[in-house]
């Protein structure tokens, strides 16, 4: 059973950087094809994608946002990590972390966590 | 970037009513399109990708169509767990998504 759940602060201050870790179980990202995404949605928006890490450390991002984010595999083999520079209100959103099913199909998804940008 | 318009935005139906959603790209993405389910408070579900192809576990009730500019999310027979808000997503260009239709009980 492939579970992923999101961690990080849930208010972060506008400029400061955010850093939210998927700690996902049910599938190893050392097997091949596998991937993890990251994905959030503003209040009243619609989803956006935002990256992906593959099992071979191959990493894509979002060509609009690709100057803030960098993704990682975490020091624990079961983590994906997500940092975003210079935060500001309109980042405000829920966060989302996703299995790969094929190309940028997401089959099993986190419930995400809400990060508020404010002062 | 693709833009993916979904109508209606809100969809009343009664339970065992058919509920038709309709998403459409603003270029042809050929079948390059998924459908979610997401409720609150909960992780989205991938219902259909490519258009028509069912996810794994799919109830049959279930199904996808189209191609191109214009696709359709079809659920034949509305059980109670269906209500939700759904949304499709192209991915032949990046991927972006729709607004979402909330399907809600009448």
């Known amino acids: 059973q492939i579970t992923l759940k999101e961690s990080g602060p849930t208010v972060i201050k506008p400029t400061q950087t955010l850093t939210l870790t998927c700690t996902f179980s049910?599938?190893?990202?050392?097997?091949?094809?596998?991937?993890v995404a990251w994905l959030r949605q503003p209040p009243g928006k619609a989803l956006e994608w935002l990256s992906l890490?593959?099992?071979?450390?191959?990493?894509l991002y979002s060509p609009s946002l690709k100057s803030r984010l960098t993704i990682t595999k975490g020091t624990s083999k079961d983590q994906v990590v997500l940092t975003m520079t210079n935060m500001d209100p309109v980042d405000t959103a829920t966060y989302y972390c996703a299995h790969r099913f094929d190309d940028l199909i997401f089959d099993h998804w986190g419930q995400g966590t809400l990060v508020t940008v404010s002062s | 970037d693709i833009v993916l318009t979904q109508s209606p935005a809100t969809l009343s139906l009664s339970p065992g009513e058919r509920a038709t959603l309709s998403c459409r790209a603003s270029?042809?993405?050929?079948?390059?399109l998924a459908w979610y389910q997401h409720k609150p408070g909960q992780a989205p579900r991938l219902l259909v990708y490519d258009a028509t192809k069912r996810a794994p576990g799919l109830p049959a009730r279930f199904s996808g169509s189209g191609s191109g500019t214009d696709f359709t999310l079809t659920i034949s027979s509305l059980q109670p767990e269906d209500f939700a808000v759904y949304y499709c997503?192209?991915?032949?260009?990046?991927?972006?998504f729709g607004q979402g239709t909330k399907l809600e009980i009448k």
């Open positions: 049910g599938f190893s990202l050392s097997t091949s094809g596998v991937g």
């Open positions: 997503q192209q991915r032949s260009s990046w991927t972006t």
């Open positions: 270029q042809s993405i050929g079948t390059y």
């Open positions: 890490i593959y099992w071979d450390d191959d990493k």
